[in-house]
């Protein structure tokens, strides 16, 4: 059984004075969907951020994606209180490793800037699944990644430094 961190503690005390719902949503409605391969050697989030602003997608969500990569880098850990100089512990898989699926979001914020958060399920040359958190940089496709982005009109996905989670989190606003 996981220890919990002591932001868990206090996520869950708190729960019990806050039993009420409470999310940040807006609505949208969707707009074009966007269909590509990302080509060997590509890094995988590099190239999500270039079909989001090639294609200038305010905010979108990643709705179809598989494929291969050559290595990946993920990570399942959320740490408390993040501290510049400490990383999230991150786990290094040695492909071919088969990308199986993910789920995520992307936008451009109001500077211009894409924004990715994607998670994933891997498969790596063992049969062991692995999944998490990627990050840019270091999953390089070893002979292709194929990806489908439903635009959501009317909405941007900004990221922000959420203060009672501690992270910077993507938060949907209305255009």
Same mark, same amino acid.
């Given at each position: 059984?996981?220890?919990?961190d002591?932001?868990a503690?206090?996520?869950?005390?708190?729960?019990?004075?806050h039993?009420e719902?409470?999310?940040?949503?807006? !609505?949208?409605?969707s707009?074009r969907?966007?269909t590509?391969?990302?080509r060997?050697?590509t890094?995988?989030l590099? /190239?999500?951020k270039?079909?989001?602003?090639?294609y200038?997608?305010a905010? /979108?969500a990643v709705v179809?994606?598989f /494929?291969s990569?050559?290595?990946a880098?993920?990570?399942?850990?959320?740490?408390s209180?993040?501290?510049?100089?400490?990383k999230?512990?991150?786990?290094?898989?040695?492909?071919?490793?088969?990308f199986?699926?993910? !789920?995520?979001?992307?936008?451009?914020?109001?500077?211009?800037e894409? &924004?990715?958060?994607?998670?994933?399920? $891997?498969?790596? $040359?063992? /049969?062991?699944?692995?999944g998490?958190?990627?990050?840019?940089?270091?999953?390089? &496709?070893?002979?292709?990644?194929?990806?489908?982005? !439903?635009?959501i009109?009317? &909405?941007?996905h900004?990221?922000i430094?959420?203060?009672e989670s501690e992270?910077?989190?993507?938060?949907p606003?209305?255009?």
């Open positions: 059984m996981a220890i919990l002591e932001r503690k206090r996520i869950l005390e708190a729960g019990k004075n039993p719902i409470r999310t940040e949503s807006e !609505q949208g409605t707009g969907i966007i590509a391969r990302l060997p050697g890094d995988l590099t /190239g999500i270039d079909l989001t602003k090639r200038k997608i905010a /979108g179809v994606s /494929g990569l050559a290595r880098e993920v990570s399942w850990k959320e740490g209180k993040p501290d510049p100089s400490k999230v512990e991150r786990i290094r898989l040695e492909g071919p490793i088969s199986l699926s993910s !789920q995520g979001k992307v936008g451009i914020t109001e500077e211009g894409p &924004v990715v958060h994607l998670h994933g399920v $891997l498969v790596d $040359l063992d /049969g062991r699944c692995w998490g958190h990627f990050y840019e940089g270091d999953n390089p &496709v070893y002979s292709t990644f194929e990806i489908v982005i !439903q635009e009109v009317g &909405v941007r900004t990221k430094y959420d203060e992270v910077k989190l993507i938060k606003v209305r255009l």
